[in-house]
């Protein structure tokens, strides 16, 4: 259970695009699609934007993105907006009703 | 709407235990699986442990089996997260979160708690 590898920290300027990847193994990330995106605002608790890959629950933004090739996932923010600075994780599920988490990724609009 | 409330957390020293509580309302408890995910402050999340709906599956993080044991109580809408033999490396806000993928407990997580802090020290 070794947590997905994310890139500490991402920046942007406001109405560009960034991408956050997750990598993980062929026991997580590459054999479930079943990896989501969480949002998580400072002193606040984390916030559902992406699951099984792709698909935005109601009411989040079509900004945000999934994808996933092989063993990484992908989060992007198009149109990149001050109120999108948070910290992101991915998490896989990892079969057995156990799931891994992304190790995190801060998000900063220049 | 989907509310979850935790409770349960405090101060208690290493080796002793705690209990914590999950109550859950604005949605059918017993058609979800339940979780439980903790953030150690100003560190990442890291998932602790899952149930279904029926408590048939259950899941826990290799740094807790053995230690912690998942419940769930459908009749009074209620999770639970038993730890035992508690570790200082255990002290962080301890989330609820709701299963976003019904009866299937491989899934998502699609609502959450605002936490229960449990802190660890002599």
């Known amino acids: 259970q070794s947590a997905l590898t994310q890139p500490a920290s991402v920046s942007g300027s406001p109405g560009q695009s960034i991408t956050i990847s997750c990598t993980g193994t062929i026991s997580d990330v590459e054999t479930y699609n079943l990896v989501s995106w969480y949002q998580q605002l400072p002193g606040k608790a984390p916030q559902l934007m992406i699951f099984e890959v792709t698909k935005r629950p109601s009411g989040v933004s079509n900004r945000f993105s999934g994808s996933k090739s092989g063993n990484t996932a992908s989060l992007t923010i198009s149109g990149l907006q001050p109120e999108d600075e948070a910290d992101y994780y991915c998490?896989?599920?990892?079969?057995?009703?156990?799931?891994?988490f992304g190790t995190g990724t801060k998000v900063t609009a220049l | 709407e989907v509310q979850l409330v935790e409770s349960g957390g405090g101060l208690v020293q290493p080796g002793r235990s705690l209990r914590l509580s999950c109550a859950a309302s604005g949605f059918t408890f017993d058609d979800y699986a339940m979780h439980w995910v903790r953030q150690t402050p100003g560190k990442g999340l890291e998932w602790v442990s899952s149930?279904?709906?029926?408590?048939?599956?259950?899941g826990y993080a290799d740094s807790v089996k053995g230690r912690f044991t998942i419940s769930r109580d459908n009749a009074k809408n209620s999770l639970y997260l038993q730890m035992n033999s508690l570790r200082t490396e255990d002290m962080a806000l301890y989330y609820c979160?709701?299963?976003?993928?019904?009866?299937?407990?491989?899934?998502?997580?699609?609502?959450w708690g605002q936490g229960t802090l449990v802190t660890v020290s002599s």
């Open positions: 998490c896989s599920y990892a079969g057995s009703s156990i799931y891994v």
């Open positions: 149930i279904s709906w029926n408590s048939g599956s259950i």
């Open positions: 979160a709701k299963g976003g993928n019904g009866y299937n407990s491989a899934g998502f997580f699609d609502y």
